[in-house]
């Protein structure tokens, strides 16, 4: 009796999706998600432009007119697209299709304790910007979890490795 309880055990932990609490960071801890952030960062949970939150950086002074950002889109998945594979390749047209001289620099598949993913790293113009963007997409059931970084291109290694730590930071629930 004692075995299986130990086993049982063993597999609740084992099933524990819980990234480490990075010391000094905010937590926002939602029923189906969570994500860290830099208590500097601000952010917006109301559901802007589709997404379920935006995170803001500091401001780079009274100039700066787009502040890089970490943003999560939750899309109900058509069955056309319900896969991993088929999502990326959906979004890679995309990408060609609505960004002004994009390049994907990165496109890789890796594995962590929540599962299979998708890195996505692009380039690109929009309006006056020249911006780079590193996505981690995940399919969970009939959804896909899009979790992006946006930076000027001039500003991305600044904030690269804050970004990253803010996207390895997210899990699913």
């Not at 109301?46 to 995170?55: C, G, K, P, S, V």
Request: glycine share 4%; aromatic share 12%.
């Amino acid at each position: 009796m004692k075995s299986v309880f130990a086993f049982v055990v063993i597999a609740l932990i084992g099933c524990n999706n819980a990234k480490p609490k990075i010391e000094g960071w905010v937590e926002l801890d939602k029923e189906i998600y969570n994500v860290q952030y830099p208590p500097a960062w601000e952010l917006r949970d109301q559901r802007q432009m589709n997404t379920e939150f935006i995170l803001l950086a500091p401001a780079d002074g009274d100039d700066d007119l787009f502040r890089e950002n970490i943003n999560l889109l939750i899309q109900q998945l058509p069955a056309e697209t319900n896969t991993l594979d088929k999502y990326i390749a959906r979004s890679e047209q995309d990408i060609k299709k609505m960004i002004d001289g994009s390049e994907i620099l990165v496109s890789e598949r890796k594995t962590d304790e929540n599962g299979e993913y998708h890195i996505l790293k692009y380039s690109g113009r929009q309006q006056i910007y020249n911006f780079v963007f590193e996505q981690q997409v995940r399919i969970m059931g009939d959804k896909a979890y899009c979790i992006t970084f946006a930076a000027e291109q001039q500003n991305y290694p600044k904030y690269k490795e804050t970004g990253e730590k803010i996207l390895n930071s997210f899990y699913i629930k």
